[in-house]
C-alpha cells in the first residue's frame, strides 16, 4: 500500500512537470496587430504659445486619438485653451490638416505637427483661420510638450 501511495505521488510529479514545462513552450496562435496611430495617441501637456494677434502661454492637455473611421486620420482635441477638435491626415508620425472643420466651433484651421514616439513628445502648430485668413487676423499657436504619464506631468 505505501508502494502505491508513492507511485502515485511519483506519477503526480511527474505529470505536474511535463505540464508546467509544455506549457510555457507553445506559442500564440495570434500575431499582435498594430494601427498607423498606434504610436502616436495619447494625452499629452504641452506649452501653448499663442503668436498672433497677440502673445500669450499657457500649459495644457490636448489629446490625440484615432477618428475610428479610417486609419489614415486622427483627432486633435484641445479641452482647455480653444477648447477645440479637428480631424488631421495622419501619415507616420506627422498629423496635418489644411482648413481643417474644428468641431466644436465650427471655425476653420491649418494644422501641422509631429510626435515623437522614442521621446514621448509632440510638436504641433495651428492656426485658426479668422474671416479670409489675413494673417494679422489669424490666431497662430504653437505647442511643444510630452506624453502625459500620471506621475510626474
Not at 495644457?60 to 486609419?71: D, G
Not at 491626415?89 to 522614442?118: H, M, T, W, Y
Not at 502648430?125 to 497662430?140: C, K, M, Q, S
Request: hydrophobic share 35%; with cysteine.
Amino acid at each position: 500500500m505505501q508502494n502505491l501511495k508513492n507511485y502515485t505521488k511519483y506519477i503526480i510529479f511527474l505529470l505536474t512537470l511535463v505540464g508546467g514545462l509544455t506549457s510555457c513552450t507553445e506559442e500564440n496562435d495570434y500575431d499582435k496587430v498594430t494601427f498607423p496611430y498606434t504610436e502616436v495617441v495619447g494625452e499629452y501637456v504641452v506649452d501653448v504659445q499663442l503668436t498672433s494677434p497677440f502673445e500669450t502661454s499657457d500649459h495644457v492637455t490636448i489629446i490625440l486619438s484615432n477618428t475610428s473611421t479610417s486609419n489614415d486620420s486622427i483627432w486633435i482635441e484641445d479641452e482647455d485653451f480653444f477648447k477645440s477638435k479637428i480631424k488631421a491626415r495622419l501619415e507616420g508620425n506627422k498629423l496635418s490638416a489644411i482648413n481643417g472643420l474644428d468641431i466644436f466651433k465650427g471655425k476653420r484651421a491649418n494644422v501641422q505637427g509631429e510626435v515623437f514616439p522614442e521621446n514621448d513628445s509632440i510638436h504641433i502648430e495651428w492656426t485658426y483661420i479668422e474671416g479670409f485668413g489675413e494673417l494679422e487676423a489669424d490666431n497662430i499657436v504653437e505647442a511643444n510638450g510630452i506624453l502625459f504619464n500620471g506621475i510626474t506631468n
